[in-house]
């Protein structure tokens, strides 16, 4: 067991989390993985302590919160020293600061390198947790175990006898949640086999999104092992917050049989790239430069497609909704079909919510494109205005 310097409050289960822990890995950061690894005292003290930070009781250390913010349920990074730091990308900046050399900085300082990185990164958390949520409860339908995974993390020993039912909710709460995370069923669909609980659900006067979220899984795998093909990680030959990000949300359906099955046929040599970061073989690699490689501009060219007129859509949304009067904006003005928007996608048609960690995310992305010269912006494909 590594030394008790952090403990990561996460879950197998989120593509976050795993992000956050490869990082540490990398960083060579002692931690615990909780409440997974931790005794019934030590996660209701942590707990607590999320809950105090989240009121403002606890102070956060890193990264500061603004009316944009939303805070999730995992990853947070507790130190024994009483540090508390949240958001997966934000723990990349943090863990640059206090734990690696600037030449092997999960973020790296030059604006090219970096702004390729904010996308690649921003990509796979964004629209990358669409197509995981949807490969786990879609695609791995019929044979995920998701529910009783987190059961096992969540539930003490003492009570093991309701983790059959926290399971069953859970799963069941996942499926309610696919069409806010943008997997819509179309109304026709049948999904043989699967109880009602488990049915990808349709909603009324959404268009159905399960053929634009998998064609564009397939594009990401194609464009990922074109990268993958040429050299170790997606900058060059070591690890970043790029690959950290990609890693989270592909690794998450590891344990999803039917997806899993997927990327491995389509996508060998990201599989066993995703299985190498798994075993920490990642945080072997030496300081090392970093550059984009024409192959990398393949995988650029998917996020100007997909990533990027998303966010594009989504922040003009949400400035229009917040000028109408909206002040209820996310999962909670989705549930109440407020803040609602109309977009297209790939000439895909989308309804969806006006999502305000989303515009946060977005603004800092033409922030530092904005700083570029007009050569480094042509070199990242041009992607942005």
Known sequence: MPARGYSIWASELSPFSLKARAMCVYAGVPHRWIPADGGVRENLRAFRRIRGVKSGKHPLDYPPVDELDEFPLVPFLLGDDGTNVY?????????????????????????????????????????????????????????????????????????????????????????????????????????????????????????????????????????????????????????????????????????????????????????????????????????TGLDLSRRLGYLLDEIGATFVPLMQQNEAAYERLRAQGAQRFNEAAFHRGEALYEGELCSYPFRSVAKTFQVKVWRRIKREWSGLDKTDKAKLGGILP
Do not use: C
């Open 87 to 287: 958001d997966s990308s934000a723990m990349a900046a943090w863990l640059d600061s206090r734990h690696l050399t600037a030449d092997r900085e999960l973020l790296p300082s030059e604006p090219r390198l970096r702004v390729a990185t904010r996308l690649i990164d921003e990509y796979f958390d964004e629209f990358g947790l669409y197509m995981a949520h949807h490969n786990r409860w879609v695609v791995s339908a019929a044979d995920n175990d998701a529910g009783d995974r987190v059961a096992r993390e969540f539930v003490p020993p003492v009570l093991a006898p309701l983790r059959p039912v926290f399971a069953a909710r859970f799963s069941a709460r996942q499926v309610r949640r696919l069409p806010y995370l943008f997997s819509v069923a179309p109304a026709e669909g049948v999904f043989e086999g699967i109880s009602p609980s488990r049915r990808p659900p349709a909603r009324d006067s959404f268009p159905p999104t399960h053929e634009l979220l998998d064609r564009a899984f397939l594009r990401m795998l194609e464009r990922m092992e074109l990268v993958l093909s040429d050299q170790h990680f997606l900058l060059g030959d070591r690890f970043t917050l790029a690959d950290a990000s990609a890693y989270g949300q592909l690794a998450m359906n590891l344990q999803d049989p039917s997806a899993r099955e997927l990327i491995e046929l389509r996508a060998p040599l990201t599989h066993a790239w995703l299985q190498s970061i798994q075993k920490g073989n990642h945080a072997k690699a030496g300081a």
